[in-house]
């Protein structure tokens, strides 16, 4: 029987510390907020204890993040999408942020198993004053493991509404998108980072914001393919594709490591979860 699951997270400011309060329906939970940085932050790991989404599951994620709150979650492990002959497999997050809010949206990759139908969706709303960072990552398939993305289909949509869009459909037998220049050029991995704003930021901080991710991405593994620019002034895009996610990933949290300092002033040590 297919699961429904739903997660639902409210962070909260209390004089100087964010605090959350959750809920749930189904097997998705949410470990104990650590406080690595201070009181300001408050760090969450989301863990959906089956591992892995077949025909019909759903993941329901929603993220509050009242005036003036900072969360930063993360997950332990990948989404998995395995192979299914059923309906598709979904998963989608919405991330509302309050006034003067900010919000760090850092999972590890989702993996769309061979055979798999899959959709993930992602949505954020930004009020006036909020700032968003957060990434999404793909892998097609498991090259490493001699299991390459043959069958399957995998639907992606990643909107600020009014601000931003990036939608696909990925099917495995595409193969001018997974193989042209003009598409995934023979990768298997694509990433996505955004950092938005809830209003437009000044042309001298999208200047220094953008040049602080260049020089990131000079730093890169040689085999990511990225590049970043600002499709508006509210939005700072990075794109990135790899033939495996290890080396993705390192891209994008070298990016986040850049971007936090230049953006709020805050040290861009990863979490303690990205290490274990």
């Known amino acids: 029987m297919p699961w429904h699951a ?3 997270l409210d962070y909260q400011r209390q004089g100087d510390r964010t605090v959350l309060q959750h809920s749930h329906d189904g097997p998705l939970r949410i470990f104990k907020s650590l406080y690595p940085e201070g009181d300001a932050v408050c760090h969450n790991v989301i ?4 591992g892995g989404l077949v025909g019909g599951d759903v993941l329901d994620i929603g993220v509050r993040v009242a005036a003036g709150a900072h969360g930063l979650l993360s997950t332990p492990g990948a989404t998995r999408f ?6 598709f497999a979904t998963q989608q997050v919405r991330l509302e942020l ?7 949206w850092l999972p590890l990759e989702t993996i769309a198993f061979p055979g798999c139908r899959a959709e993930n969706r992602w949505s954020a709303s930004l009020a006036e004053g909020a700032e968003l960072i957060a990434w999404d990552v793909t892998a097609l398939g498991l090259p490493g493991a001699a ?16 601000c931003w869009l990036e939608q ?10 997974l193989d042209s220049p003009l598409g995934l ?19 001298e901080r999208r200047e220094h914001l953008l040049e602080r991710v260049r020089e990131a991405l000079g730093q890169a593994p040689a085999d990511v393919v990225a590049g970043a620019t600002f499709p508006n002034d509210r939005v700072l895009a990075v794109r990135a594709v790899a033939p495996l996610v290890e080396a993705l990933m390192a891209c994008l949290q070298g990016v986040w490591a850049a971007l936090r300092p230049a953006a709020w002033g805050l040290p861009g040590n990863p979490p303690r979860i990205w290490r274990v």
């Open 6 to 8: 739903r997660l639902s």
């Open 47 to 50: 863990v959906h204890p089956p």
């Open 82 to 87: 395995y192979a299914t002959d059923e309906a």
């Open 98 to 104: 309050d006034a003067g809010a900010r919000l760090e």
């Open 147 to 162: 299991q390459p993305y043959e069958r399957g289909e995998f639907l992606q949509r990643l909107e600020i509404p009014g």
């Open 168 to 177: 696909a459909r990925i099917a495995a037998d595409d193969r001018r998108l």
């Open 185 to 203: 050029g023979g990768h298997r991995c694509l990433g996505t980072l955004v950092f938005a704003a809830g209003g437009p930021l000044a042309r």
